[in-house]
């Protein structure tokens, strides 16, 4: 059953066929856009390091001085 939230996010439920599971998941229906009855993969994880180690949980941008350069001044 899809029930929309908002223009970009759209509200789902989800079963799983592996485990004894039931969910509602608001995904952005933008970037992925899901029909009635499509299958899905959901994956868990602590950590987006491929190497798998663990989060520091600080951000830090790393800026492209050169591609920052030619933006900001067209060159």
């Given at each position: 059953m899809l029930r929309y939230?908002?223009?970009?996010?759209?509200?789902i439920?989800?079963?799983?066929e592996k485990f004894d599971m039931f969910?509602?998941?608001d995904i952005?229906?933008?970037i992925y856009p899901l029909k009635v009855g499509q299958k899905f993969a959901l994956v868990?994880?602590?950590t987006l390091n491929p190497d798998g180690t663990p989060d520091t949980g600080y951000?830090?941008?790393v800026i492209n001085l050169l591609s920052f350069a030619r933006n900001l001044f067209l060159l």
């Amino acid at each position: 059953m899809l029930r929309y939230c908002a223009s970009q996010v759209t509200r789902i439920e989800a079963r799983s066929e592996k485990f004894d599971m039931f969910m509602h998941l608001d995904i952005n229906s933008e970037i992925y856009p899901l029909k009635v009855g499509q299958k899905f993969a959901l994956v868990l994880v602590s950590t987006l390091n491929p190497d798998g180690t663990p989060d520091t949980g600080y951000y830090t941008q790393v800026i492209n001085l050169l591609s920052f350069a030619r933006n900001l001044f067209l060159l």
